[in-house]
Structures are given as structure tokens and as C-alpha cells.
């Protein structure tokens, strides 16, 4: 099993090319087939570390020097953890933290494609909202003060649409191990029980005044266009009559971008808003994978090589402007995947309803 399993890997890296990208190399690829069975198991065992209680298991998230950056191999063992624990009858409560400061480097990331023009703004900028933006836009439940930036997904696998995530800003640590020791307790997925258990650790929180959500008139009127185009065209409009600093710095940062990934993300945020959670994974999916695949650019690998390799913040881009962006580039990073690497595939008919 472990000798297809290795050879599974390689040959996804390869039909990936994976091998050509100097980051991942140097960060966490190794020659598995140089490593016995043994060593293979017991290092990707370590990256992903188990907690258990009598009614819950907590999956840690166990790479601090990358940031907890995630590899084939853990996301292979959070899928083996995850189905053996949703079969389990036993089990009611699960949570996913990173160790370390941070939680996952690319993992918290959430599309906002139902909030109208804000899921533009920040799919195309790369903004992020903070602890009290994320309360107010419903991305998160619970907002406690701790040294933990996010904690969770927290899932109840018998409701697998409930989703819990608890924003944990400056330094109390003490809160963030009762609100675990509580979590830890559940003998049950039942939804409000969960929500009386989060709510004995909650504070209130309010947005300050600089939030981009005290901007939304502006933010509707320059990101409600049909096109990048015409979203740069309205903030370069709006900066010239009213020199405002947000659309200065917004509009620089939309400058700097990939142009083919303004167009791809735009697009991706624009259909997402009438598709299904499943259908919007399954498009994201294909969208990574195209992405890494280099068929139509080398983008992806040169926005890491700029950032976080060579660090020189100077990407070149391919192609160069928004110009030469063509209809046919953009809809390949939504077509079906080869037949060697199949759609992600998800346990829809395992799933209760939850409203």
C-alpha cells in the first residue's frame, strides 16, 4: 500500500512539474523512494499530530517552520483522519489547529463570494480583514482575545455544513486553553450546545473606523463593473477627483497584480455567487491545479518566486498586461482536469442537512 502510495506521489509531481518549482522544493520535498516505509510514515505522521479526548479529536497542523504550509502527504493523512473519524459513532466533536502562530499558511483563506463587490475587492486586492471585520461580515462566529490569530475550522461532522471558526487576536492564552478544555468536553453535535459553549468565551467587538467596510458606497461603485478593466478604470476616476488614500493603495495593488489572475479570480468570485459549496471547491480545485500545471502560465510560480523565494517583490508577469489576456487563458483554469488527475471527488451523499 505505502509503494503505491509513494508512487502515487511522484507521479502526480511529475504530471505537475512540481519538480520545476524551486520553492516547494526547498521547503519541503524530499525523495521518498531514498526513505524506507518507516521513516515516509513516521514524517508525515509528525506533521499532522492527533489530539484525543473522549468525544473529540483535535488535528494539528504540525510545519511551524513554513508556517504550517500544506503538503500532499498531510493533506492525504487529514483525509484518512477525517473519513475514520466521521465513521466513527463515537466521535462527535472535531478541531483543526496549526501549532505555532500561525494556523496555515494559505489554508485560512476564504472566498467571499456571496458578500456583493467586498468578495471583488478582496479576491482581486489580496486584503484581508481582520477579527472584527470577519464578525461582521459573518465569516466568523465568536470573537475571543487570545495569541492565537484564528482557531479551527471547528466541524461537527454529523452537520458538516456547521462551521465555527473563532477569531483570537493579542496575547491571553489562558482563554484559549479553556475554550479547548470546553471543546474537548463535547459528547455531542448538536449545534446550539456547541453555540452555548463558544458564547461563555466571547467579547464584543467593533469595527474601526478606517475598515474597508465603512467604504462600501466606493467599494460598490469601482468593484460592481463587468470587467478588471473597468474596475481600474473607476478607481483611477474616483482617485483622480478625490486623491483618496484607499483608492491610491487599492489601485496599486490591482497594478501590481497577475493580470491573468485578476481576470481568473474575477471570474471564479462572479460564478461563485450561484453555485453550491461543492460546485465552488470542486472549481477551486481544478483552478490550483491549473494554476501549478504551467500549460498556460508560469504565473502562480513566479508570484512565490518574487514573494517568498527570491523575495525581490518584482514578478513578471506572463502575460504582462491585462491586453493580452485572451477568453481562451482564463477559461482554461476552469476547465476538467486530465484524465490522469480526476476532479476532487466529495462525500455529498454522507452529508445531513443543516439549516
Request: proline fraction near 4%.
Amino acid at each position: 500500500m505505502m509503494q503505491r502510495f509513494k508512487a502515487a506521489l511522484l507521479q502526480r509531481r511529475n504530471n505537475l512539474h512540481i519538480h520545476s518549482l524551486r520553492f516547494l522544493n526547498q521547503y519541503h520535498t524530499r525523495n521518498l523512494c531514498s526513505l524506507p516505509d518507516t521513516a515516509i510514515t513516521d514524517e508525515v505522521d509528525n506533521q499532522v499530530l492527533v489530539e484525543g479526548k473522549a468525544w473529540s479529536r483535535t488535528a494539528i497542523l504540525n510545519r511551524p517552520s513554513v508556517l504550517n504550509c500544506l503538503s500532499t502527504a498531510m493533506g492525504a493523512r487529514l483525509q484518512k483522519l477525517y473519513t475514520s473519524w466521521e465513521n466513527n459513532p463515537d466521535i462527535g466533536f472535531v478541531a483543526m489547529k496549526g501549532s505555532g502562530r500561525a494556523f496555515c499558511a494559505g489554508g485560512d483563506i476564504v472566498s467571499l463570494y456571496h458578500m456583493i463587490n467586498a468578495g471583488e475587492y478582496l479576491g482581486l486586492t489580496g486584503q484581508k480583514l481582520n477579527g472584527a471585520e470577519m464578525i461582521s461580515c459573518g465569516l466568523a462566529t465568536h470573537y475571543a482575545h487570545s495569541s492565537v490569530k484564528i482557531v479551527g475550522p471547528f466541524l461537527c461532522f454529523n452537520h458538516l455544513c456547521c462551521l465555527y471558526k473563532i477569531v483570537l487576536p493579542p496575547f491571553f492564552p489562558q482563554k484559549l486553553a479553556l475554550i479547548e478544555e470546553q471543546l474537548g468536553k463535547l459528547d455531542t453535535d448538536d449545534p446550539s450546545v456547541i453555540e452555548t459553549s463558544l458564547e461563555k468565551y466571547s467579547d464584543l467587538v467593533y469595527l474601526d473606523n478606517i475598515s474597508v467596510l465603512h467604504r462600501i458606497e466606493i467599494l460598490d461603485k469601482c468593484f460592481g463593473h463587468d470587467t478588471v478593466e473597468e474596475i481600474i478604470d473607476a478607481l483611477e476616476s474616483e482617485t483622480s477627483k478625490t486623491n483618496d488614500a484607499w483608492c491610491i493603495s487599492t489601485l496599486r495593488r490591482l497594478k501590481e497584480a497577475s493580470p491573468l489572475g485578476l481576470k481568473v479570480s474575477l471570474k471564479s468570485i462572479r460564478e461563485g455567487r450561484f453555485q453550491t459549496l461543492d460546485q465552488c471547491l470542486i472549481r477551486e480545485y481544478r483552478m490550483s491545479l491549473q494554476g501549478i500545471s504551467n500549460q498556460v502560465s508560469r504565473d502562480f510560480c513566479e508570484g512565490v518566486r518574487a514573494r517568498m523565494v527570491d523575495k525581490d517583490l518584482a514578478p513578471k508577469w506572463n502575460p504582462p498586461s491585462l491586453e493580452q489576456v485572451s477568453k481562451d487563458m482564463v477559461e482554461h483554469y476552469f476547465s476538467p482536469l486530465s484524465k490522469s488527475e480526476p476532479d476532487l471527488e466529495l462525500p455529498t451523499e454522507l452529508r445531513e442537512a443543516f439549516t
